[in-house]
């Protein structure tokens, strides 16, 4: 078995919901070598998180982006860690609810997602910049 | 070590919260061959998705629907992305929130989960029909 | 490459959000042997959680406590499995929101986290105990 790992720099992105599969596998080309194995995916933040969802349909991101403000609504009233502003507690709430790590299996050389799977980055930063993850690729 | 990996389908169920530990695990015999090590679980679908939770008192699953349909409510003036009806978008938001795989520890041979854990299948579609799974064993 | 597993008991701890980084890594000191790997750490119970969050400020814990409790209200007309009154329910939905694991990559013998990320258990039960939790180190 072997382990290669990989710390990479995502281009930064508008406060959002964004497609990030094609950017995070790419990096990580050594997957053609794997027959069985996993890929995990992490991100190196607290106010960003990453999750599995719908590739085709770009409704679909902006429709989590609603969702989430709703369901996290930025009322200063209700938080006391408000020092960065309103969407500064909660980008940290967002984030543990969908998660900071994906892992997704890898077989035959291929990431095996189902055919509308694909990466999110979940950006709940007005001005979040750059974001680091570490790809850990073990098979 | 070694890493073992299955694609199966499940059987379909209807919309809900479903128990599917043993559909799950009879399905690697090999983790008793396994000292120590982990399984993850991987639901290949963006409209339903994967979780850990109690295992004996069926009133937390229809617990569970309940409060999911609260949280995420089936408000199509909500969504931009309604094409497949009111329990489209919805599915998607439930998915990530409760995430796409579990990863559980294997440890002498068996799973090692707490006395009240279960492996929850989180169908939110009222017609999801079956589900594919990939297992990946690694020891 | 090698596997490494323990089953740890962390102290108990009051309803709330609690920093356990440093109870939970200095119970595998072997992570000073792993150049590339993973540790992932696994709570053994379905009342609680663990997420990675800020580690700095204790007020994101307490807003995490809030939010949580307006998220999941302890609303027991709403539920059926309440037996154990009105922190029962809530615990199980909040402890599959937050999720049952935490998967880290673990870089030249050191946990490769974010600078402002630390692991957090989410207890959600006024009197939940000591929680076990499982490490596997795989590298």
Redesign the interface.
Known sequence: ?????K?ISLVAKPRGFHLITDEILEKVPEISQAK???L?I?????SAGL????NA?P??R???E??FN???PEDMS????TLEGPDD?TS??K???????????I?NGRP??????GI?LCEHRNRGGSR?I?L?L??
């Not at 078995?1 to 790992?5: E, L, N, R, V």
């Not at 999750?51 to 719908?54: A, G, P, R």
């Not at 095996?112 to 799977?117: D, I, K």
């Open positions: 078995m072997a382990t290669i790992q710390e069985y194995g996993i995990h992490f991100i190196k933040h607290t999750t599995i969802n719908e349909d409704s679909v902006r429709d989590f609603t969702h709703r369901m996290v209700m938080f006391e860690h507690m940290h709430i984030s543990s609810i969908l998660g900071h790590s994906v892992t997704i299996p077989t095996n997602l189902g055919t509308w799977q999110y680091k570490v850990t073990m098979y």
